[in-house]
Structures are given as structure tokens and as C-alpha cells.
């Protein structure tokens, strides 16, 4: 006989329980995310950056992309990083009083897992969630600790973060020789071959990839700290606005100097130089969350703000359906367009599908009750499949009133 299902075991948090401000900055920081993916990894090889200027840019382009990378690369990445340590830390504490919250938790980021082996190897190998849930998987037994436990993990590990970039392993990360050979591969590959040659490219790309990810690896460990930490500490369920400007002024400042003392070359001479632009990149990530919370809070911030929380609500679909559809665009077996379009037009690309996006979500949400991608996981985590349309959610509900 199978098991009976406690329906409120299982609820998800009620959406008049949840914070928008933290699902309008998730979907806020999707599109820093979208931006820089577009730019720097769909529309030209991900190595392309490591080596001299091939190809000369308009002035617009070079705009775009020093924008982008001062304000926003590797900025969005730290930001969604410290929002997945609030989003497992929020879990931890909704299954406080179901006996299998370790079971349920683990089997979560096992899912993730899953998807991200999937989005890694089939459909884009600029994956992020293989490396969260791994991630995960080695934070989620310090979830059960003390706060005070989680402020030393992110301490300690934002420190090797910071330590690795300074003593860099030798030979981790490709030879300029490997790098060029692959990104003249990938300017014939992505822009004119078939399904299947930039499948098996894209696997061939995989152990050049994985180096990327082990510079960046203890920053999302320590930004996942920082995020359960943030939570516990309820800075975001009672957020101080007088306190989040404050910090959002210092924050911001100090890492913008940082990375304008590396952008001017001054950063050598205070021995600062391997890591101004990693601690500015933390620290301007955490400076923009405390910026848009803090607005958030305000009633004509709510409803600035408000077009995002749907979408952040459904971040995991939107980001999954962003690969498919710039796969498409880009790839030879779509439109083929990489290599073709400077960053401005693909940024323009980008910023229409965001839109979408946005419509999309706020539809979708007034019908259901999570994103696909969002049910599927929540369904595989509990091992049973949950009540997706909300008119059915709402008789269920009014069968057990």
C-alpha cells in the first residue's frame, strides 16, 4: 500500500509567505547572468578572452563589453551564488519539522546534479549547476551547525578563494597553445556545424572548462556560507534600510576602487594586484544585493522591483530555457550567428529574450504553481509528483479547510 502523503509536509512556502525582494533579485541578477553568458560564451569562444584582440571592435561593442566586464562579469555569477546559500538555508529552516530534511535536502542537490550533468553535456558546456550542487553537496552538513560555524566557512573558504588566485596551482590551467587551437575549432564548429559535431565539440571542450571552474570553485563554496549565514542573521526577513544603504555604499565604493586601481595598473605597486579584482568582485556583488534589498523595502521600490519576482521565482526554468534558445541562435545547427554579431547586437538579443522572460513567468505564475524545471525538481526531490495548477492546489485546500 503506498505510502499517504502529508500534503503540508511538503508545501511549498505560500507566495504571500515568501520575500520578493529576494526572488525580484534573483531575477534581477538573471539577467547580469544572461548578459555576460551572451556576450563572453554564446557569441564567441569562452577562450576567446585569454587571448589578443583578433578581431577589431565598434566603438559601441568595446562600450558594451567594458561595461559589462567591470560592472557585471563575474559580479551576477558571486550575487546568484550567495542567493543559492540563502535558497538552501530558507529550505533547512521550512523542513525544520520533517524528520527527513537531510534525506530531502541531499536529494535535492543529487537532482540538481542531474541537471546540470544534462545542460552540461547536451545542451551548453557554460553550465553553472554542476558545479552548485557539488558545491552543495560539501556545504549542506554545515547547515546543521551553528551561525557562527557558517560566518568561519565563508571566511575561511573567500579566503582560499583569494589565496588561489595569488599561488595559482602550476599547469591547471590550459597552455596558450590549447587555448588558441580551440577557440580556431570552435569559430568553424559552432558557427557551421551540425547538431552532433557541436555535441561532440562541446564534450571535447569540457577539460579545458573544468579549470575555470576550480579558480571559482571556493568563492561559490564561501559565497554559499556568506548566503546561510546572511539568512540566519535575518538581515533579509527584517532588513534595516538606514543599515543596507550604509552597507551598500561601502561595499560598492570599496569594490569599485579596487578594481579601478587594477584597471589603471596601480594595484602592483600596493601588492594588491592578483587580488583586486576577485575581492572587488565580491565585494560590489554584495553591495548590488544590499542596494536592491534595501529598495525593495520601499513601497516605490516594490513596485519597480515587482516585474522581477516572477521571474526569479522561476530562475531555474528561464535559465535552462536561455541555453536552448541562444544555442539555437547562435550554433550552426540554428541560425548559426557565432562569431558574426558584435556585443552590442547580441546584448540586444539578449535583453529581448529577457523580456519575454519576464512576460512569460508573470503568465505562467498566475496559473501554476512553480516553473517546469522548478516542478520537475521539487517532484524528484520528494520522490512524488506535486500539485502544479494552482485552481487544483486551491480545492485541495478547501477540501481539507
Known amino acids: 500500500m503506498a505510502a499517504t502523503i502529508d500534503e503540508s509536509s511538503y508545501s511549498p512556502i505560500n507566495p504571500s509567505e515568501r520575500i520578493g525582494s529576494i526572488d525580484a533579485l534573483r531575477g534581477v541578477a538573471l539577467l547580469g547572468v544572461l548578459a555576460i553568458n551572451l556576450v563572453t560564451e554564446f557569441r564567441i569562444s569562452i577562450f576567446e578572452q585569454f587571448l589578443p584582440a583578433a578581431r577589431p571592435a565598434a566603438p559601441l561593442d568595446r562600450a558594451v563589453e567594458t561595461i559589462l566586464m567591470l560592472a557585471v562579469d563575474m559580479k551576477a555569477f558571486a550575487l546568484f551564488s550567495l542567493l543559492f546559500g540563502v535558497g538552501l538555508a530558507i529550505q533547512f529552516e521550512h523542513l525544520s519539522t520533517n524528520p527527513h530534511r537531510a534525506l530531502l535536502l541531499f ?41 557562527w560555524l557558517l560566518a568561519s566557512g565563508a571566511a575561511t573558504f573567500l579566503g582560499l578563494y583569494l589565496a588561489l588566485q595569488v599561488w595559482s596551482p602550476p599547469g591547471l590551467f590550459p597552455s596558450f597553445a590549447a587555448i588558441q587551437r580551440d577557440v580556431q575549432e570552435a569559430n568553424h564548429v559552432y558557427a557551421d556545424g551540425s547538431l552532433w559535431e557541436v555535441l561532440a565539440f562541446r564534450l571535447r571542450e569540457i577539460p579545458l572548462i573544468v579549470p575555470l571552474h576550480v579558480y571559482v570553485f571556493p568563492r561559490t563554496i564561501g559565497l554559499f556560507f556568506l548566503g546561510a549565514f546572511t539568512w540566519r542573521s535575518e538581515v533579509l526577513r ?4 538606514k543599515l543596507l544603504f550604509s552597507t551598500t555604499a561601502a561595499f560598492v565604493g570599496l569594490g569599485a576602487a579596487l578594481i579601478f586601481l587594477k584597471v589603471n595598473g596601480a594595484s602592483a605597486s600596493l601588492g594588491l594586484d592578483a587580488v583586486a579584482t576577485p575581492a572587488g568582485t565580491i565585494l560590489l556583488a554584495l553591495g ?8 525593495a523595502e520601499l513601497s516605490s521600490g516594490r513596485m519597480l522591483l515587482g516585474w522581477a519576482v516572477p521571474l526569479g521565482r522561476m530562475a531555474f526554468t528561464n535559465y535552462l530555457a536561455q541555453s536552448v534558445v541562444f544555442g539555437w ?11 558574426h ?7 540586444a538579443i539578449g535583453l529581448a529574450v529577457y523580456v519575454c522572460q519576464v512576460f512569460f513567468s508573470a503568465w ?38
Not at 548590488?288 to 529598495?295: I, S, T
Request: with cysteine.
Open 238 to 241: 527584517k532588513p534595516d534600510r
Open 341 to 347: 554579431l558584435g556585443a552590442a547586437e547580441a546584448l
Open 107 to 147: 536529494r535535492r542537490l543529487i537532482v540538481l546534479l542531474a541537471f546540470g550533468l544534462i545542460h552540461l553535456c547536451l545542451i551548453w558546456n557554460g553550465d553553472i549547476l554542476t558545479e552548485y550542487a557539488i558545491a552543495g553537496l560539501i556545504f549542506l552538513p554545515f547547515l546543521f551547525g551553528p551561525r
Open 364 to 401: 505562467w505564475l498566475r496559473h501554476y504553481r512553480y516553473g517546469p524545471v522548478e516542478w520537475l525538481w521539487r517532484t524528484l526531490m520528494y520522490g512524488t509528483q506535486q500539485r502544479m495548477s494552482l485552481k487544483g492546489f486551491a480545492r485541495a485546500e478547501n477540501r481539507l479547510a
Open 329 to 339: 541562435i547562435f550554433y550552426g545547427y540554428g541560425l548559426g550567428l557565432f562569431g
Open 288 to 295: 548590488y544585493g544590499a542596494a536592491f534589498v534595501a529598495v
